[in-house]
T-cell receptor, first 116, second 109 residues
Framework: NAGVTQTPKFRILKIGQSMTLQCTQD?????MYWYRQDPGMGLKLIYY???????DKGEVPNGYNVSRSTTEDFPLRLELAAPSQTSVYFC???????????????FGEGSWLTVV | KQEVTQIPAALSVPEGENLVLNCSFT??????LQWFRQDPGKGLTSLLL?????REQTSGRLNASLDKSSGRSTLYIAASQPGDSATYLC????????FGAGTTVTVRA
């Protein structure tokens, strides 16, 4: 059981380039999330999805796009990369939404992105 | 807006000492609180989940308490080991999951 898998692990982008962070989960979870973690800060929610075909913005969505064509996959797209997007990105999934009381959330191992 | 604070930001203790990690939050109207462990270069692993109606939760050497009215939670790790070295994050859940910045723990052999 692989859980939540993210690729790539590390990436360096030039300003203005675009890229997609891949995320897949094999737990048949309905809910998936993308977070970013900046040094010394807590995780901030970028986008989330409650099921295939349904996505919504989190706290810090600007500069990102997502899609959810299948239950398993939730890619995060960075358009026109900026230095402010240098961060560690975490994909996560859960059976129920984070607003549901007893739910546990499972995280991928992270993707380190540097924009220069 | 929910603010979650973890103090201290870093902690170093000798092996065998008990660890006490603190988490405070500003809005007490939460559904639950979760403690995570993060190892360098790795994702977050859930350690304990405390429902808003609970006062504490235990798993092995870990014990987490919750005082919702005062907006505080404490994670106790008994008889620390070098393998406990990691960053520990707390997160509170209401309409979304709000994270603290974490406490980085080093246990010296």
């Amino acid at each position: 059981n692989a859980g939540v898998t993210q690729t790539p692990k590390f990436r360096i982008l030039k300003i203005g380039q675009s890229m997609t962070l891949q995320c897949t989960q094999d737990m048949n979870h309905n809910y998936m999330y993308w977070y970013r973690q900046d040094p010394g800060m807590g995780l901030k929610l970028i986008y989330y999805s409650v099921g295939a075909g349904i996505t919504d913005k989190g706290e810090v969505p600007n500069g990102y796009n997502v899609s959810r064509s299948t239950t398993e996959d939730f890619p995060l797209r960075l358009e026109l990369a900026a230095p402010s997007q240098t961060s560690v990105y975490f994909c996560a999934s859960s059976w129920g939404g984070f607003w549901e009381k007893g739910n546990t959330i499972y995280f991928g191992e992270g993707s380190w992105l540097t924009v220069v | 807006k929910q603010e979650v604070t973890q103090i201290p930001a870093a902690l170093s203790v000798p092996e065998g000492e008990n660890l006490v990690l603190n988490c405070s939050f500003t809005d007490s109207a939460i559904y639950n609180l979760q403690w995570f462990r993060q190892d360098p270069g790795k994702g977050l692993t859930s350690l304990l989940l405390i429902q808003s109606s609970q006062r504490e939760q235990t798993s092995g050497r870990l014990n987490a308490s919750l005082d919702k009215s005062s907006g505080r939670s404490t994670l106790y790790i008994a008889a620390s080991q070098p393998g406990d070295s990691a960053t520990y994050l707390c997160a509170v859940k209401r309409d979304k999951l709000s994270f603290g910045a974490g406490t980085t723990v080093t246990v010296r052999a």
